[in-house]
């Protein structure tokens, strides 16, 4: 069975510029969680939706933004970017609507994006 | 909010025991869970303590005292393969999203 796939693995952007990574949870998963992971931190989360609906957010700014389709899959959007949004970013799936009743998040390899 | 505290770095030999701590400052949580992250890789889910004790799961074991904020993961038998970040994250009570540590890169060495 196919794990959670991001795309695209590796991206370059300059200042300004907008950017949309994509995700496919593992089959059946029907939460997204998305995550921003600089060089040297643990992860930090930004959203979470389930069954096509934000149920968290993070202390992120509204420059940043996501949807869940109907087969699951999941954007994230960033608007207006700035140097500090070079990071890797990791989308989860899980089950469960809480998403983490059990500790237990599937990540995907992430999309490392560089801001110039 | 919470905060999660571990040892930026260790190191340790093939074949050896190690232990990587993990201290939390939070108001009510579910559990501790702990992930794996090789350079390059995916965070890796290892295991989960919703109740206080011991859970073991082949070479890797993990402990949490909520009355003490505290856990740690225990390493047996290290190999090489081994040497990687490893994270402690809880989930705040109320809070849909892991709140996660600044990880701990553990070399091990020949």
């Known amino acids: 069975d196919a794990g959670v796939t991001q795309s695209p693995t590796h991206l370059i952007k300059t200042r300004g510029q907008q950017v949309t990574l994509r995700c496919s949870p593992i089959?059946?998963?029907?939460?997204v969680s998305w995550y921003q992971q600089v060089l040297g931190q643990g992860p930090q989360f930004i959203f979470q939706y389930y069954e096509k609906e934000e149920r968290g957010r993070g202390n992120f700014p509204d420059r940043f933004s996501a949807r869940q389709f109907p087969n699951y899959s999941s954007e994230l959007n960033v608007n207006a970017l700035l140097l500090g949004d070079s990071a890797l970013y990791l989308c989860?799936?899980?089950?469960?609507?809480?998403?983490?009743?059990?500790?237990?998040?599937?990540f995907g390899e992430g999309s490392r994006l560089t801001v110039l | 909010g919470q905060s999660l505290e571990q040892p930026s770095e260790v190191t340790a030999v093939e074949g050896a025991i190690v232990q990587i701590n993990c201290t939390y400052q939070?108001?009510?949580?579910?559990?501790l869970s702990w992930y794996q992250q090789h350079d390059g890789g995916a965070p890796t889910f290892l295991s989960y303590n919703a109740l206080d004790g011991l859970e073991e799961t082949g070479r890797f074991s993990s402990f949490l005292s909520r009355s003490d904020s505290y856990g740690y993961l225990l390493l047996q038998e290290l190999q090489m393969k081994d040497s990687a970040s490893y994270f402690c994250?809880?989930?705040?009570?109320?809070?849909?999203?892991?709140?996660f540590g600044s990880g701990t890169r553990l070399q091990v060495q020949p």
């Open positions: 939070t108001s009510g949580f579910y559990g």
């Open positions: 994250a809880v989930r705040e009570a109320g809070r849909r999203a892991l709140t």
């Open positions: 089959s059946g998963h029907k939460s």
């Open positions: 989860a799936s899980s089950l469960s609507r809480g998403g983490v009743d059990t500790g237990e998040l599937f």
